[in-house]
């Protein structure tokens, strides 16, 4: 090896290899004060049925959904249909940190939080197509749909335009989760990852597999709108009664 090749070969290894960060799609630390964005997006959120008692709004760094009193009452937020949400043509990572659910006067079950990718940008029970996150106390559920189920949850029973992915018990409270989609790892489904992470005994629970869901399956060409809501998701009208979701940071990139 000549002198000069030498030289080339030690500049080489001695070259740190450069990595391709993640795309940025969403980093919202809701620290302006205004819950309809942040610096960065300004807009970026649209408030749903704030309607009543019910709030959607931040304070200390934190956004609040906060859903009280009346029959069936939510507060949520949503974006834009966005190309950039398909995750039929990237992988997403989806991230909330520093979360506290919490309820009064209402059962477990009927207090919920959630997040999804929707084919509109109403909620998961609104949009013909959906994916979904369910949070109650001391569970978590994920599933999706693909067909106007009217008013049913992505996330309960299998079917022909249906499927509940995963399902988990805890101990504690879940403080924080991580939903990663990747369309490309088993080509004609979605391969996901679902980390969630509790001040229980179990501090991480993970649930990885696949949907059998495809592009073909969606409308609005793939692409879909991030909706988060709180919701008292009890029948009767009941003051000094609430579901609040209360979260820290949300993030979503793209590698």
Known sequence: ?????LALACLLLATPVLRAQSSVIIDD?????DPSGSVSSPGLWKLQAVTGDNGVFENNGTLTLFATTNPFTFAGINTSLDSALN???????LAVEEMI???KGIPDHEAVF??????????QNMSPQSLSIRFVPGAFMMGFKTGPIDKLAAEDVRGAERGAACFARFEGRATAFRLSLDPHAQPGSISYTLTVRTNGPEPVITRQGTLDLRASDWNADGRSALVMEARRNHGSTLPDTYMSATLGRLTVTSP
């Open 87 to 93: 995750f039929f043509a990237r992988p997403l990572t």
């Open 114 to 123: 959630r997040l999804s990718l929707n084919s509109t940008e109403k909620r």
């Open 1 to 5: 090896m000549t002198p000069r090749i």
């Open 29 to 33: 630390s809701f620290d302006d004060g």
């Open 101 to 103: 659910l919490d309820h």
